[in-house]
């Protein structure tokens, strides 16, 4: 399988906006580092603060009117830059503000409404249309791939995807009718509205907003596989296609969860993810926003994109805003911006990652210590980017988007990224897959699965769970209300058969016979230490006692807040292991050894069998 993949490439990403030309020292940088793959962004949109996303001019001037001088222009200041540069370039999809404004519909906070609306779509089609014609004509020996994006930030997320509009509303009773589903009237879908239960909603009385949800992710889905299949027909064979798209983790409900039909349809080569949406704490093991057994099955190679704010990130937009909290939180100083970036680059390889460096608003690669590790960091790519064969994480952490139409209440999605930072915070890596993934995983590997949220029930679940999860000493994690839902009816009765009766105060654990059942009333209750309890009595293995880790057969990459002398355990008795970035000895024939970690420090290492 991994033969088929797209090798997992190195990449730079152009600040955006007037910030872009600040920074021509940082690409030539680049250039002499040994990164060839930049991603530009020519878009035609405005950020959340209202700023460009592009500080040249609009390509898209009006209905048919478009000036790709200005494509030509960026193309042209980066080669002259970085003359060897091979790009990977963004066609943002989304509506400049005079079409936004001519048909009333903003595609940056409505993709599911424009995907409805005839006239936006022809016009954003034929803007597709012309792009990928111009770039192939005139660029094509240049261009490596495209990023094909719409919604809010380039990434297809609409977060209030669920609220009625005049053109979803009379396409509802359409769409019911096509998927043999009976006609229901549009449901006001509301967090503060009365439900029947606490989360999920009752598939008897509550059958609208079911539906509705289903609705509305898959208007998504139809415009993201649309878009992707007339792509094909405009591009070389060899030249790849990306998107923001299939988040199902955490931001499930915001238009992503038909994604599994998405990738089936009209599969891209690769899927990017942001490292915002996991935790950045030094300390911690950061973690990922793909599902990549999703992925992994289907060939289609994931993109880490690496946005971590650096000590010397710029956040000052302009003389009256300045980013700050929240994602905007950044690492200290230039010895948390080493450990860290490394860090990312260490899970990025284990994993079989491709990886760039986003410079969002410029600043962010500047420092002596920061290059130094970049410049390391290609000439490392090279040697050992395509020698792991995938993560060997013990941990499985199963997504069901069936049982994530069903809820209703933004605080359980909370819930569970929460969970996903708390496993991150103790250092354990996780693999990510769907409940439909397991049917064909090799599951040996795993010594925990987590099921996020299994709230809807049916026989061949039952039969993956009996056949392949609930067996080999294993020990299996339901969360909240699992099985409550079963052959569309809505009874407490459902979960106890699956998870027997439970408090939801409570986490009880259960030793079976071939497994340990495992049940959080609350995933709040699986806090950072009972969770560490639990992997160490299923026997996940466990590296260090003062470390994260991420691991493949070929590589560790250990990360320490704490640094000094740590020891160091290994899954296997090793002949060699070698330091990667210092290339250097640090042990051999041994499962364990001493090594020294700057406070904090990464170290990353090959593994000789």
């Known amino acids: 399988m991994i033969e088929k993949m797209l090798s997992p490439f190195l990449a730079y990403r152009l600040p955006y906006g007037k910030f872009l030309h600040q920074e021509w020292e940082t690409l030539e940088f680049m250039r002499d580092a040994g990164i060839e793959w930049i991603s530009i962004s020519p878009m035609n949109t405005v950020n959340s603060v209202g700023d460009a996303y592009s500080d040249y001019p609009l390509i898209w001037k009006w209905d048919s009117v478009y000036d790709f001088r200005v494509l030509d222009a960026q193309m042209e200041d980066v080669l002259s830059h970085h003359p060897s540069a ?28 424009c995907s409805l609306h005839k006239e936006w779509k022809q016009l954003t089609l034929g803007y597709l249309d012309a792009f990928l014609r111009y770039g192939e004509s005139r660029w094509g020996s240049r261009i490596a791939g495209y990023v094909i994006a719409c919604g809010r930030t380039l990434e297809w997320i609409e977060s209030q995807n669920r609220k009625p509009s005049i053109l979803k509303n009379l396409h509802f009773q359409d769409w019911c009718k096509q998927h043999g589903l009976p006609h229901l009237e549009v449901p006001l879908i509301c967090d503060e509205a009365p439900h029947c239960h606490a989360y999920v909603y009752d598939p008897e009385k509550e059958v609208a907003e079911v539906q509705w949800n289903r609705y509305v992710n898959g208007l998504t889905a139809d415009l993201v596989i649309e878009f992707i299949t007339e792509a094909r027909k405009r591009i070389r064979p060899e030249a790849k296609i990306g998107v923001f798209y299939s988040h199902i983790r955490n931001g499930g409900i915001f238009g ?27 300390g911690g093991n950061s973690g990922y926003i793909g599902v990549t057994e999703m992925l992994r099955r289907r060939n289609i190679n994931f993109l880490f994109e690496c946005d971590r704010i650096t000590s010397s990130a710029n956040l000052k ?168 839902v079963r052959d569309g009816v809505y009874a407490e009765a459902g979960m106890e058969l699956l998870a027997g009766s439970a408090s939801p105060e409570a986490v009880a654990v259960r030793k079976l016979t071939e497994w340990t059942l495992v049940h959080a009333g609350n995933a709040d209750l699986l806090t950072e230490e009972r969770i560490m309890e639990l992997a160490k009595a299923a026997g996940v293995f466990l590296c260090s006692e003062d470390a994260a880790f991420h691991w493949s057969r070929e590589l560790l990459a250990v990360h320490s807040k704490s640094g000094g002398e740590l020891l160091v355990r290994l ?39």
């Open 86 to 113: 091979r790009f990977l370039v963004t066609v943002d999809l989304n509506s400049p503000l005079w079409l936004s404004r001519r048909l009333s519909v903003d595609s940056f906070y409505e993709v599911s409404n």
């Open 317 to 484: 937009m302009s003389e009256f805003v300045t980013l700050s909290g929240g994602i905007w939180d950044g690492w200290k100083n230039e010895d948390e911006d080493v450990a860290g970036l490394k860090r990312e680059l260490g899970m990025a390889l284990t994993n079989r990652f491709s990886f760039w460096f986003f410079n969002i608003w410029g600043g962010m690669y500047r420092t002596p210590a920061v290059r130094k590790l970049i410049r390391r960091a290609a000439e490392v790519w090279k040697t050992y980017a395509s020698l792991s064969t995938g993560s060997a994480a013990e941990i499985l952490l199963v997504i069901d988007p069936e049982s994530n139409y069903f809820l209703h209440s933004w605080k359980e999605i909370d819930r569970y990224t929460s969970l996903e930072n708390r496993i991150s915070a103790v250092g354990l890596p996780v693999d990510t897959a769907t409940v439909s993934d397991l049917e064909t995983m090799e599951l040996s590997q795993y010594k925990i699965v987590i099921f996020q949220n299994l709230a809807v029930m049916n026989s061949r679940k039952d039969a993956l769970l009996k056949t392949k999860i609930c067996k080999d000493c294993r020990t299996v994690v339901f969360l909240n209300t699992p099985g409550v």
């Open 256 to 282: 992503h969860l038909d994604c599994e039909r998405v990738l089936d349809t009209a599969p891209p080569d690769f899927v990017l993810g942001a490292a915002c949406n996991r935790p950045a704490e030094i």
């Open 571 to 609: 899954p296997f008795r090793a002949k060699r292991v070698v330091e990667i970035f210092d290339d250097r000895v640090a042990a051999v024939e041994t499962d364990r050894f001493t090594d020294r970690f700057s406070s904090p420090g990464t170290n990353i290492y090959y593994l000789e069998h």
